[in-house]
């Protein structure tokens, strides 16, 4: 079992930035895969990023690539998701998720993950 605990969100100008983290306790966090994916109002979870195990693999959407870096610190059991230049339409409810068997061609797949955290709010103002 794997608990994850978001955190760093919030409300933020356009072209601003936010970190958020991904703080996990339970069973080896190396071991995982790690996603972030988000959920606007009325709409579907989509993916964000994704970082291997080893942190030697990630996988951008399009809409952030560029804009959005995903890390990992394996020897604080934390996962980061820098946003940079925010836009309005990154507004949303953003999760992280875990999974122990992480593969870069389905790594944009939410059901592919075991673990979830809470999620944690950014609002960007336009």
């Known amino acids: 079992q794997v608990q994850l605990v978001e955190s760093g969100g919030g409300l933020v100008q356009a072209g601003g930035s936010l970190r958020l983290s991904c703080a996990a306790s339970g069973r080896t966090f190396s071991r995982y895969g790690m996603g972030w994916f988000r959920q606007a109002p009325g709409k579907e979870r989509d993916f964000v990023a994704a970082?291997?195990?080893?942190?030697?693999?990630?996988s951008y959407s399009g809409s952030v690539k560029g804009r959005f870096t995903i890390s990992r610190d394996n020897a604080k059991n934390t996962a980061y998701l820098q946003l940079n230049s925010l836009k309005a339409e990154d507004t949303a409810v953003y999760y992280c998720?875990?999974?122990?068997?992480?593969?870069?061609?389905?790594?944009?797949?939410?059901?592919?993950?075991?673990?979830w955290g809470q999620g944690t709010q950014v609002t960007v103002s336009s």
């Open positions: 970082i291997s195990w080893s942190g030697g693999s990630t």
């Open positions: 998720a875990a999974v122990q068997t992480w593969a870069q061609t389905w790594a944009g797949r939410p059901e592919k993950y075991d673990y």
